[in-house]
Nanobody, 121 residues
Framework: QVRLVESGGGLVQPGGSLRLSCAAS????????MKWFRQVSGKERELVAL????????RYGDVVKGRFTISRDNSKNMVFLQMNSLAAEDTAVYYC??????????????WGQGTQLTVSS
């Protein structure tokens, strides 16, 4: 089974930090770009961060640049999102994502179930 499972969300005070994790299984993890998205109810999903296959390149949405860090550990089939200097505006459901190629089914989007981050006093 191909699967992404996020964890690590919770309640954090403004200015605090938290690390999200995403565990991948069922595909050749190290061959694919990994992404984090987030979504507030009623709004479109927003790209937060991206990391390439070997951890040599990362990209971030403007609103999180300088505060969030994406990384991956290919030996563990995991991708992480370290979030610092959190603000209420970061409150959202965070999703792990990749575009997977399977020669039997071609390309498809793979999403995790999401993990909730709430930033509040």
């Amino acid at each position: 089974q191909v699967r992404l499972v996020e964890s690590g969300g919770g309640l954090v005070q403004p200015g605090g930090s938290l690390r999200l994790s995403c565990a991948a299984s069922g595909f050749t993890f190290r061959a694919y770009v990994m992404k984090w998205f987030r979504q507030v109810s009623g709004k479109e999903r927003e790209l937060v961060a991206l990391v390439n296959q070997d951890n040599s390149e990362t990209r971030y949405g403007d609103v999180v640049k300088g505060r969030f860090t994406i990384s991956r550990d290919n030996s563990k089939n995991m991708v992480f999102l370290q979030m610092n200097s959190l603000a209420a505006e970061d409150t959202a459901v965070y999703y792990c994502n990749t575009r997977v190629y399977d020669p039997r089914t071609e390309w498809y989007d793979l999403w995790g179930q999401g993990t909730q981050l709430t930033v509040s006093s």
